[in-house]
């Protein structure tokens, strides 16, 4: 083995070699167990969340496949409508065209071949992540299987009546010209204003002042609505007032949904642009009046000094018309939410459009059932409130998009506007005996890309056709993925599940939180704290980091902005850490908690976790290679030896039980204790009196070496499913040693707890023997001792059991704790000056006599004291000044704390010190 752990040398080999030898596919043998993974977009790339729910993905596959269950991890992709459409039209854009200047085909053959270049960025950079999916089922919501689902499910509940066509309000977005989704809107708060408008009531000198913050939309306005129980305005509901710069009147109304406590207490209604409005139009039985063309420009239904005008423009001319007719009251500021697009960057209108919708109500009460009584359990539990809070409010969801990109609605008319369904036009003829004569148009949307995703599940597996992987993989075991879609995406797949399987689509879903970073903060481009997986892994440059965040951005001020702000957070770049270290990483950080708090420093000490196994396993081969390492009858096995094979079986049973109930932070815990605590510092270090020591014999020697090599290739395999490159590293080397001779790791059995080797007594002792070597480890350290210095020391008082344990382990306590001798003494000896140091009723004394000078020793530890007595006058300082704590970021003041916390700790420990260097 190279002296230097290197993961860039290996990482790339063991991919391509896992994925060559087909050791990703299902094995057709043992307990199926399938995870169905979250489709990210085409288009995408590798982000934090990516890397974080694949990581512990690919842990429980490896780690399922490692225990003979039938393993199938399906991957693939989505098409991502909006955002792959984008993508395709901003390249058109910088040709000087748009998808206009094609016909729909040409132009959604332009997006396969943009795929066909570009669209595996994502897959290629799983795999960099060590993700084993099954490649060779690699789907894509477009593939053609996919598309047969899509259009049996849409026809089915079509004629079924739970899809229909409505008008309603709907998300719109006016760059793109579509409706969108709720996750698709970016709602932020900005400083706005709010309007005041007189609105004057008919057939009187008076007026009632109305409050906005949208006065463009007045134009569309069909009600005032006061609060019913509001006392100032009790008198005036069913009144009428003129509505301002139109020549209609629109009447006064009560609705509980008015906050008498906002504004002036009266609310405009406005039900074709705003949806609170809509539910109150829909109560009241309100006409709407939609003002808006849609791209955001005023329409024939305003006056016409105002026709043809974009919205905002509007909003300016409005104002003004106001003021001059004495109508704007007062203008406060006001903070507010503003929806955009999460594409188009824009903001989004509520607007009225007829749509395609389904009926969610009658497929919502099983899935809420389904989580009730079992079926689906959520981990953490808790979030099932969540899902229920959903499904129990569920409403119709408009499931059209006006797009080009997606599986186009499978709906057909003819020239008296009826609708036929059907696979194709030759199917929607069959079905409904119409001639060829007839002459029909398909409908030009698309339907929402969540629809596909629904039916993710099965639809992968083959349905509606009755597969043999459908048979055998649904339902799948757990689905992993973000609280943020639980909405969207989770309860979908189990209403469609349920609806056209009759089964649940997944048996557990484990819900991750959301990764921020180390101080807490959402990551982002303009903090210059975000992190990409891949940079972690290889590491970069700070100037290669600033221009990859600031490439294609057109505002200079912004790109200065970035690069500052990541100039704060990485002066040095990024270091390369590899693979491991960032999935051990994810794994040590994935609590049950909402936010994941991604630490760089944690990162480092994985690396640190990472070479520390590398050097183990060099020394184990380094006393192992070409010895007999053979698991003989008569092999001798130490009291080090019993310990460590008894603890590796309770850290084995520990880890199963972590994996088991997905506490992956518990899991890397349990690992990282055992090999860098139990196995590294004491272990390997105990083992070593019994290689080098010349009275050792054969038997103890082999006992010893079998021992090594037993629990190393035991550990590398109950490691492998979190840290997969490094384990197949040293285990291709290890394991003939062990007298296994097999391809991979990868289809190695994962390591069962054997209850014979555990072994308390062992366990006891080599603690006590741990004890002791630590206490004088401590007293070194506290009297500023040379680790390397040979001690002499006694024991005093003490029970029989310290004895028998003193006794039985001579060796092992003068050669680990760097003992010159260790002395018993009597009741009736002198004890001379010495160091204590107290393990149960054992007093553990250190002569002092020529160890250190108490004098110099003593002002050593006083120039300490000054000097971290003024650290600490010099933080206090700074946090009792208003002017700091008040003005300095919120992180920046914590980490004054924890400094005042750290000094105070430290000079407690020298103020220890001191008294015992005193007490001698």
């Known amino acids: 083995m190279d002296k230097t752990y290197n993961p860039q040398t290996i990482e790339s080999h063991w991919y391509k070699t896992w994925e060559a030898k087909n050791y990703f596919a299902p094995s057709g043998e043992g ?44 991957t693939g992709t989505d098409h991502a409508g909006i955002a792959t459409q984008m993508v395709v039209e901003r390249q058109l854009l910088a040709e000087g065209k748009s998808r206009h200047d094609f016909s729909r085909e040409v132009f959604i053959e332009k997006i396969w071949g943009w795929k066909k270049e570009s669209g595996d960025t994502i897959t290629k950079q799983f795999r960099r992540l060590g993700a084993s999916m099954d490649w060779s089922r690699e789907r894509f919501t477009m593939d053609e299987t996919l598309c047969k689902s899509v259009r049996e499910v849409f026809i089915r509940l079509y004629e079924e009546k739970l899809i229909y066509r409505g008008t309603r309000l709907v998300n719109w977005d006016p760059k793109f010209l579509t409706a969108i989704s709720d996750l698709e809107v970016i709602s932020t708060e900005e400083e706005g204003k709010l309007w005041h408008i007189r609105y004057p009531i008919v057939d009187s000198k008076e007026y009632i002042s109305v409050a906005t913050t949208r006065p463009e939309t007045l134009l569309g306005d069909v009600a005032v609505a006061v609060n019913p129980d509001d006392e100032r305005y009790k008198h005036l509901i069913g009144k009428h007032v003129e509505l301002p710069l139109t020549n209609r009147t629109i009447p006064i109304i009560a609705d509980d949904y008015v906050e008498k406590e906002f504004g002036s207490g009266c609310v405009k209604i406005t039900p074709a642009h705003d949806f609170n409005d809509y539910a109150v139009g829909m109560r009241h039985n309100l006409t ?4 808006l063309t849609p791209d955001a420009h005023l329409n024939e239904n305003v006056p016409v000094a105002y026709q043809g005008m974009e919205r905002f423009a509007a909003r300016k001319k409005i ?24 594409r188009s960057g824009v903001v989004i209108e509520p607007y009225l459009t007829e749509q395609w919708y389904m009926n969610m109500k009658p497929l919502a009460e099983p899935a809420i059932a389904a989580v009730k009584n079992g079926d689906v359990k959520f981990v953490p539990e808790n979030w099932d409130k969540t899902y229920f809070q959903w499904l129990d409010n569920i409403e119709d969801w408009c499931i059209s998009r006006q797009l080009w990109w997606g599986h186009r609605i499978p709906a057909w008319y003819d020239d008296a506007g009826n609708i036929y369904v059907g696979h194709d036009e030759d199917d929607v003829r069959a079905r409904n005996n119409l001639a060829e004569t007839v002459e029909l148009r398909q409908d030009s949307d698309v339907l929402d890309t969540w629809f596909s995703s629904a039916l993710w599940p099965f639809s992968t597996l083959g349905w509606p056709d009755q597969t043999n992987e459908l048979k055998t993989f649904y339902p799948t075991q757990v689905l992993v993925t973000g609280f943020d879609i639980i909405f969207f995406w989770v309860a979908r797949m189990i209403m469609m599940g349920l609806k056209f399987t009759g089964q649940v689509p997944f048996k557990e879903v484990l819900i991750t939180g959301l990764i921020r970073d180390s101080d807490g903060q959402k990551m982002s481009k303009s903090k210059g704290n975000v992190l990409d997986p891949l940079d972690l892994i290889d590491g970069i440059s700070l100037q290669a980091l600033c221009e990859k965040r600031t490439y294609g951005l057109m505002q200079p001020a912004m790109a200065q902005k970035i690069e500052k702000s990541t100039q704060k957070h990485f002066p040095d770049g990024i270091s390369a850490h590899g693979t491991d270290a960032v999935r051990f990483t994810f794994c040590a950080l994935a609590s049950h908690n909402r936010e994941i708090r991604y630490d760089l420093n944690r990162l480092d000490g994985y690396r640190n976790f990472c070479n520390k196994l590398w050097n183990a396993s060099r020394y184990v081969m380094m006393n192992t290679e070409g010895q007999d390492n053979a698991d003989a009858k008569d092999n001798v096995l130490s009291l080090p030896d019993k310990w460590i094979l008894s603890r590796l079986q309770k850290t ?42 010349p009275n050792s014999t054969p038997a103890e020697l082999r006992g010893t070496r079998h021992t090594l090599v037993t629990v190393l290739e035991t550990l590398l395999r109950l490691m492998h499913p979190v840290i997969p490159f490094i384990t197949e590293e040293i285990w291709q080397r290890v394991a003939p040693l062990a007298n296994i001779h097999a391809e991979t790791i990868m289809l190695q059995p994962y390591p069962a707890a054997n209850k014979i080797l555990e072994d308390e007594a062992a366990e006891s002792e080599l603690e006590w023997v741990k004890q002791i070597v630590t206490a004088v480890r401590n007293i070194r350290s506290e009297m500023n001792i040379a680790p390397g210095k040979p001690l002499p020391i006694l024991f005093n008082k003490g029970t029989a059991l310290d004895k028998k344990y003193s006794a039985n382990n001579q060796n ?21 000056e010495c160091a204590t140091a107290l393990v149960g009723e054992l007093e553990i004394l250190i002569p002092m006599a020529g160890l250190i000078d108490k004098g110099e020793e ?61 007490s001698l």
């Open 288 to 291: 709407p009046i939609n003002i």
């Open 31 to 74: 307990n199926p167990y399938c995870i169905m993974i979250p489709p990210p977009n085409v288009t995408g790339s590798l982000h934090m969340g990516h890397g974080f729910q694949a990581t512990l993905m690919d842990t429980l596959i490896r780690y399922h496949r490692m225990k003979g269950d039938n393993t199938l991890w399906q």
């Open 812 to 832: 092992l306590i003068l050669s680990l704790g760097r003992f010159e001798s260790a002395t018993w003494l009597n009741a009736s000896d002198t004890i001379p």
């Open 858 to 918: 003593t002002a050593r530890i006083n120039r300490e004291i000054v000097k971290f007595t003024k650290e600490l006058e010099r933080v206090e300082n700074k946090l009792q000044n208003p002017s700091f704590v008040d003005k300095a970021p919120a992180d920046v003041v914590a980490k004054e704390n924890e400094k005042l916390a750290e000094f105070k700790v430290t000079l407690e420990k020298l103020q220890a010190q001191l008294e015992k260097i005193s």
């Open 319 to 342: 104002l003004h018309d106001l003021e001059s007719l004495d109508l704007l009251e007062k203008t406060e500021k006001h903070t507010l939410k503003i929806p955009r697009g999460d």
């Open 652 to 693: 084995i049973e520990s880890a199963e039980q972590a994996i088991n109930s997905y506490r992956f932070d518990f899991l890397a815990q349990t690992l990282y204790e055992f090999t860098w605590n139990e196995f590294c510092d004491w272990y390997l270090e105990l083992s070593k009196p019994i290689l080098t020591s």
